[in-house]
C-alpha cells in the first residue's frame, strides 16, 4: 500500500454573522440569532475535521478503465480525464465525528439545520486546505476533481474501490462506509484530484436538472465528446 497521508490540524473560523447570512435569518427574529451565536461557539470548541490522501499512480486500461496502485476503476469520463496523466491523488476528507453527537437544544426545529449547515461549511474547509496542501507539496498547477457518486459513468458503487487504496478509513479518520456505499458522517466526500490543463467540472456533464450545488450548467457539446 502506498504511503497514507493524513491532516488531522486544519484550522476552523466560523463566524456568527456568516452563518445569520447564510440561512437568511431575519433581523426580527433575535432568539434565532441567539441560537446561531452559541452553536458556532459550541462547534468551533469540538469540530475536528480530517483529510486522508495518498499519492497514486495511474495505468490506463480500457477505454473505460484506468487502474491506480493496482485497484481498477470503471469509467469512460475517469480514463479520458487521466489520459497522460502520471500520478493522481485519492482523498476521503470528512467534517468530523465530533459533530455528531453534539446536543441541541430541545424542540427547536431550526437548530438542526444550523448545525448541518455548519458541518457542510466545516467538510468545504477541509476540502480546500487538502488541495492547498496537496498543490502546494507537489507543485501542482491547474487541477480537478472526480468523485464517485456524481455521475452516472462513474457510480457510487465505486467507493469501495476508492476506499481500498487507503485501508481502514474509519480507524484512520473515522469515515465509514455503508453496504450501500453511503460515507458516515455524512458531511464527508471521497475523490480523486489531479493535474489538468484545461478546466473539469462534474456538472458540465451532470443532467440532473434540480441541484442546489451546481458549479457550472450542462455542457452538451462536452458530454457528446465523453460520449456520456
Not at 447564510?22 to 469540538?46: K, N
Not at 484530484?193 to 458540465?204: A, D, I, K
Request: hydrophobic content about 40%; some cysteine; proline content about 8%.
Amino acid at each position: 500500500m502506498s504511503e497514507l497521508h493524513i491532516l488531522d490540524h486544519i484550522p476552523v473560523h466560523l463566524e456568527r454573522q456568516d452563518l445569520i447570512q447564510r440561512l437568511d435569518l431575519p433581523e426580527s427574529d433575535p432568539g434565532l440569532h441567539g441560537i446561531a451565536a452559541a452553536l458556532v461557539t459550541d462547534v468551533l470548541q469540538v469540530a475536528r475535521p480530517q483529510a486522508l490522501f495518498t499519492v497514486a499512480y495511474v495505468k490506463p486500461l480500457e477505454d473505460d478503465a484506468v487502474a491506480f496502485n493496482g485497484v481498477r476503476f470503471a469509467s469512460k469520463v475517469l480514463r479520458q480525464n487521466l489520459d497522460g496523466v502520471g500520478r493522481v491523488f485519492p482523498y476521503v476528507a470528512t467534517c468530523g465525528r465530533e459533530l455528531e453527537s453534539l446536543p441541541l437544544p430541545p424542540g427547536d426545529f431550526m437548530a438542526p439545520y444550523m448545525l448541518d449547515t455548519l458541518k457542510e461549511t466545516i467538510l468545504r474547509v477541509a476540502l480546500g486546505y487538502l488541495f492547498e496542501h496537496i498543490r502546494r507539496h507537489y507543485a501542482l498547477g491547474r487541477t480537478a476533481q472526480m468523485n464517485p457518486g456524481s455521475l452516472p459513468d462513474w457510480p457510487l458503487s465505486e467507493q469501495r474501490a476508492l476506499f481500498s487504496l487507503f485501508g481502514n478509513v474509519e480507524r484512520l479518520i473515522g469515515v465509514r462506509l455503508s453496504d450501500t456505499c453511503l460515507m458516515f458522517p455524512i458531511k464527508s466526500v471521497s475523490g480523486l484530484l489531479f493535474p489538468t490543463e484545461r478546466t473539469y467540472l462534474n456538472c458540465q456533464l451532470c443532467r440532473r436538472e434540480v441541484c442546489p450545488n451546481r458549479q457550472a450548467p450542462l455542457d452538451p457539446v462536452l458530454a457528446e465528446q465523453y460520449g456520456v
